[in-house]
């Protein structure tokens, strides 16, 4: 069974701090994905990895960087958050190569900006 | 432009009829079209998939109808259940970036 860990599950920032979410796969995948979902819409790509050493932007980077320090562990990091990032934020990691499909998802990380 | 676009956004329909979810999309280059699900404070899981080869995909209740031409595809839940009450998402995903493009999603209540 896929496994995709996420902390923290919720949190709690101030505007301008900096802010850390980690996702870790025991799944061996090489491309690892963050979305965010916010009410009433589908889940947008944030940035996405394809394997460790490796970023690349996704739909809505700005405000956001992503680091990839081994295949199993993907970050998100926010420098300077603003209310307008709260959100859920979702990881999740897939296969990769010409015949990937699912992407597994973890739980999800809920952080509000105050 | 949206990329993928799904309709109705909310559906509701009585126990044991059949619920109708409508998707569409932009780019000719996806090639692979997964249905994920959704409950409350849970994380979308993948329910089925369609791969462009192939104009229709069955696993039990649920059955994906894909027409390439006109960049179309349905979900239909046969029998709805009220456990079937959940966000359904249309994704498209591109095997050459792997980016997954994700609709808004449709909102299926199921009565008893």
């Known amino acids: 069974e896929a496994a995709v860990t996420q902390s923290p599950r919720n949190k709690v920032a101030v505007t301008g701090g900096k802010v850390t979410l980690s996702c870790n796969q025991t799944n061996n995948h090489n491309n690892m994905y963050w979305y965010r979902q916010d009410t009433g819409h589908g889940l947008r790509l944030i940035h996405y990895?394809?394997?460790?050493?490796?970023?690349e932007k996704g739909d809505i980077p700005d405000g956001y960087k992503a680091s990839r320090p081994s295949q199993e562990n993907f970050s998100l990091i926010l420098e300077l958050a603003t209310p307008s990032q709260t959100s859920v934020y979702f990881c999740a990691s897939g296969t990769g190569g010409i015949n990937q499909d699912t992407q597994y998802f973890g739980p999800g990380t809920r952080l509000l900006v105050l | 432009q949206q990329q993928v676009r799904q309709s109705p956004q909310s559906l509701t329909v009585w126990e044991g009829e059949t619920a109708i979810l409508n998707c569409s999309y932009e780019d000719s280059t996806f090639d692979y079209f997964p249905w994920y699900w959704q409950f409350p404070r849970e994380s979308p899981a993948l329910l089925i998939a369609?791969?462009?080869?192939?104009n229709k995909k069955e696993d039990g209740r649920f059955t994906i109808f894909f027409n390439k031409r006109e960049k179309k595809l349905s979900l239909h839940i046969t029998d709805s259940q009220p456990g079937d009450s959940a966000t359904y998402f249309c994704a498209a995903l591109n095997t050459n970036t792997g980016k997954l493009t994700f609709g808004d999603g449709t909102v299926l209540t199921v009565k008893p």
């Open positions: 369609i791969r462009p080869v192939s």
């Open positions: 990895s394809y394997g460790a050493g490796s970023t």
